[in-house]
C-alpha cells in the first residue's frame, strides 16, 4: 500500500521537474535570442561567441597598409576586449576620434607614413589630449618629456606642447620616422614608440630575431609592450567596421577653427567672452595652454577659436585694455645666487619658482634665465568706456629703483590715480610689474 501510494507521488514530483526543466530551456533560448539581438544593438551581454562568429568571417591575413599581420589569438583577445570588456571606453574613443584623425592623416600623409598608424593615438591616448600616464607621459600621443624636447616641443610652468594635438602629431610622425628609418619594419617601429628604440635593439641582439611576435615570447619586454601591436590590430579590425562589432557610434565633427594672436598673458575665459563660446570649448581648442593663460613671456601667442570668431576676438581685444592677471619677470641669475635668495627676494614660493622654470631641484648656475611669476590684480578697462576712441593707454614696465611718486612725476599724473588705475592697495610696487597709465585731459 505504501509502494502503491508512492507512485502517484513520485509520479507528480518528475511531472513538475520536468515542466521546470522545460521552463528553463524556453526562457534560456529566449535570453540567448535576446542577447543576440542586444549585440546587434550594441548592448554589452559579454557573449563572446557571437564574436567568434564575426571573427571567423575575417581573412586570416589582416592587410593594412604596408605591415599586414595575422590574425593571431592575441589580436583576437584584444578585439573581444574592446568590444566586451572595454566597450563604453571604446565608444567615447570613436566618438572623440572625429575631431584628430583628419588632422593625424593629413600630418601623416604628408609626411609618407601609413595613415592606418593614425591610429595609435587611440591606443596611447584614446585621443585624449589632457592624459596623462602614471611615467609621466602626456597627451594624444603620450611623449615622455625627453623625447618630446628632442623633438622640439616646448614644456614649461604655462605650456605643454604634448598636449597640442597638431605639434605633437608632427612630432610623433617623425619620431615614427626615425623609428623605422632605424628597424626598417613597422611592427618593431611601433613596439620602439612604446618601449624605446633602445630596448627593442637590446631584445633583438639577445634573441637574435628582428620578429616581433617570437620576441614577444620571451620575458624580456614589458606586457604592454607585448600588448602594443595586438591592440592596435585589434582596434583596426574594429574602426574599419564598427557596426559588424555592434557600434553605431557618430564621430565628433573634425575641429574646426582660425588662429589669432593674443598679448601674453591673456586669460582664455577672456578669448571665449569675446568669441562668445563658453570656457570649456576654448580649452579643448587650445589645450597645450597649462595655466588657461597665454604665457606672459610671450609678446604675443596663437589662440585657436572657432572658425568664423576671429574677428570679433580681434574686434573686443582691441577695445580692451588690460593688465594681466599674472604677470612675469626674466631673472639672470647672478653668481652667489640661490633659488631660495631669489624666491625671498620676490616674495614667490620655492615651490612655485620651480615649477615655473620646470626645476626638479634648486640647482641653477650663473647666467641663466629664470621666469618670475606673481600674482597682480586684474584691472580691466575698455578703453571707449573710460575715454573717447581716440585715447590710449601707456604701458609701464617698473624698473628696479622705480617708486609710484617717480613714475607719477615722470608722466605727469597724480599717485592716487595711478593707484586707482592699476587697483593697488598701497604704494609697493616690483621690477617687471606692468603700470597702465592714461594720459591726462
Known amino acids: 500500500m505504501d509502494r502503491g501510494a508512492g507512485g502517484p ?19 534560456s533560448s529566449g535570453v540567448w535570442a535576446l542577447e543576440q539581438k542586444a549585440f546587434s544593438l550594441g548592448i554589452d551581454f559579454n557573449d563572446e561567441n557571437i564574436l ?8 586570416e591575413e589582416i592587410v593594412s597598409q604596408n605591415f599586414p599581420s595575422n590574425l593571431n589569438d592575441q589580436v583576437k583577445y584584444f578585439v573581444k576586449y574592446f568590444t566586451l570588456t572595454k ?17 593625424i592623416k593629413a600630418i601623416f600623409r604628408r609626411e609618407g607614413l601609413p595613415e592606418d598608424l593614425a591610429y595609435l593615438a587611440m591606443i596611447e591616448s584614446g585621443f585624449n589630449p589632457f592624459a596623462y600616464s602614471r611615467a609621466g607621459a602626456c597627451g594624444i600621443w603620450q611623449f615622455m618629456r625627453g623625447t618630446a624636447r628632442k623633438y622640439g616641443l616646448r614644456i614649461d610652468y604655462w ?22 628609418s632605424i628597424f626598417e619594419d613597422w611592427r618593431l617601429a611601433c613596439a620602439a614608440y612604446n618601449a624605446g628604440e633602445g630596448k627593442i635593439t637590446r631584445a633583438i641582439l639577445r634573441y637574435r630575431t628582428r620578429n616581433y611576435w617570437k620576441l614577444c615570447r620571451y620575458r624580456y619586454l614589458r606586457r604592454e609592450t607585448k600588448n602594443y601591436l595586438p591592440k592596435w590590430l585589434a582596434a583596426l579590425i574594429i574602426v574599419k567596421n564598427p557596426k559588424k562589432f555592434g557600434f553605431y557610434v557618430a564621430p565628433d565633427p573634425p575641429l574646426d577653427y582660425e588662429v589669432v594672436r593674443v598679448p601674453g598673458g591673456t586669460d ?16 579643448w581648442l587650445n589645450p597645450e595652454l597649462r595655466r588657461a593663460k597665454t604665457p606672459p613671456y610671450a609678446t604675443s601667442y596663437p589662440v585657436k577659436v572657432p572658425f568664423g570668431t576671429a574677428s570679433m576676438v580681434r574686434t573686443y581685444l582691441s577695445r580692451v585694455r ?9 631673472y639672470r641669475v647672478h653668481r652667489g645666487d640661490t633659488l631660495l635668495k631669489i624666491a625671498s627676494y620676490y616674495k614667490v614660493p620655492l615651490r612655485v619658482l620651480r ?7 634648486s640647482l641653477i648656475r650663473a647666467g641663466q634665465i629664470l621666469i618670475i611669476p606673481y600674482r597682480e590684480q586684474a584691472s580691466f578697462y575698455l578703453a571707449q568706456a573710460r575715454r573717447g576712441s581716440s585715447s590710449s593707454a601707456t604701458y609701464y614696465h617698473v624698473r628696479r629703483g622705480d617708486t609710484l611718486w617717480k613714475i607719477s612725476r615722470r608722466f605727469g599724473v597724480p599717485v ?22 592714461w594720459p591726462e585731459a
Open 268 to 283: 582664455l575665459r577672456m578669448v571665449a567672452l569675446a568669441a562668445g563660446v563658453d570656457f570649456e570649448t576654448m580649452r
Open 322 to 330: 588690460f593688465i594681466y592677471h599674472r604677470r612675469a619677470l626674466r
Open 416 to 437: 592716487e590715480k595711478l593707484k586707482r588705475w592699476n587697483s593697488l592697495d598701497s604704494n609697493v610696487i616690483r621690477p617687471g610689474q606692468v603700470l597702465v597709465i
Open 52 to 59: 567568434e562568429e564575426h571573427l571567423d568571417l575575417l581573412p
Open 355 to 361: 615649477r615655473a622654470n620646470d626645476l626638479r631641484g
Open 159 to 180: 605650456v605643454d606642447e604634448r598636449r597640442d594635438p597638431e605639434k605633437a602629431t608632427q612630432a610623433a610622425a617623425l619620431y615614427l620616422s626615425d623609428l623605422y
Open 87 to 103: 566597450r563604453r571606453a571604446f565608444e567615447v574613443w570613436l566618438k572623440r576620434s572625429g575631431r584628430y584623425l583628419p588632422l
Open 9 to 27: 507521488k513520485l509520479q507528480r514530483k518528475l511531472g513538475s521537474l520536468l515542466i521546470l526543466i522545460g521552463c528553463i530551456l524556453l526562457f
